[in-house]
């Protein structure tokens, strides 16, 4: 007698929270690539990115989406509606807490648009290599006390600790669906965006605190040379003052080369050749309080994600 297949299940999973909860490095760690960038830098992700993780029978659609603060520009106003405008359609609402930081009005804040949601409601406690079991209980009692939650999901992207446990019970919170994205596919995310991220995530690593909010990254050109199997990659960063711009280049253009090699790197990863890039920095004044220059770079909810 021929037993009767299982289902096959998949949906859309929204990771919100405040900034720096750790939704872009869980991303990472699940879908099993780096298709998001990270920093330290609080709103790292400026725009909503999908990642793919396909199991056996399930395809869970990851959607990364800035961290959710209050804003005070066109900039930060826009990384909200994007963070927003997520819960509006997924299967599944995460809301991330930092196990490390103490649960606040930030986290309530986030909690209550999350609870809001229609879809099926976790917590997922990230960064739990950070601290002990006794603290992650009580981090997870105080953010359970913000809302009502359908599962609770306790992680470490870093030391993979409850990555395997969290793609289970996502799977099992799914509906029975199609299969959205190839097997094989890892994000929807443009290349020339993801380009253009990656480039911007060296900017955040490499320079100091007043440089990475004011820094946008544009791709101005991408090309291919077949015989010598090159990559061509030409983009400019800008930067909102002229003093900005003064540490980005650095001394003798130092920076902006040690940004250039750090990002060749993952650019060549990404494209599967050698690459050659070429970087200039630009002064935009102001750019982050216009709405239309804000879209035009895609961040927010002006395009990319």
């Excluded at 002990?132 to 599962?151: G, H, K, T, W, Y």
């Amino acid at each position: 007698m021929t037993g009767t297949a299982e289902p096959f299940r998949s949906g859309f999973v929204a990771f919100v929270g405040r900034p720096n909860a750790g939704k872009s490095t869980l991303v990472n760690a699940l879908v099993g690539e780096k298709i998001a960038i990270t920093s330290p830098v609080p709103q790292t992700t400026r725009s909503r990115l999908r990642g793919v993780v396909d199991r056996p029978g399930v395809q869970i659609v990851l959607v990364d989406t800035p961290g959710l603060h209050k804003p005070v520009d066109a900039l930060g106003a826009g990384l909200n509606r994007a963070g927003l405008a997520a819960l509006a359609d997924v299967d599944v609402a995460c809301l991330l807490v930092d196990a490390s930081a103490r649960v606040g009005r930030g986290d309530a804040w986030v909690a209550k648009r999350v609870e809001s949601a229609k879809a099926r409601k976790v917590l997922v406690m990230t960064k739990s290599d950070l601290t002990d079991p006794a603290a992650v209980s009580r981090q997870v009692e105080a953010a359970r006390a913000l809302m009502s939650f359908d599962s609770v999901a306790v992680v470490s992207s870093v030391a993979d600790e409850g990555l395997d446990d969290l793609v289970t019970l996502l799977a099992s919170l799914l509906p029975q669906g199609p299969r959205y994205f190839p097997e094989g596919m890892r994000t929807d995310q443009p290349l020339e965006a993801a380009i253009a991220e990656f480039i911007r995530e060296k900017v955040l690593l490499n320079t100091r605190d007043e440089v990475p909010h004011a820094v946008g990254v544009m791709l101005e050109e991408l090309s291919h040379e077949e015989r010598s199997d090159l990559s061509l990659v030409s983009a400019t960063v800008f930067v909102e003052r002229e003093s900005q711009k003064g540490i980005l280049v650095g001394k003798g253009g130092e920076m902006v080369k040690t940004i250039g090699t750090e990002a060749r790197r993952d650019l060549e990863r990404l494209l599967g050749t050698r690459v050659h890039l070429d970087l200039r920095v630009k002064v935009k004044r102001d750019w982050r309080r216009d709405e239309g220059q804000v879209r035009r770079f895609g961040y927010g909810d002006g395009g990319r994600g």
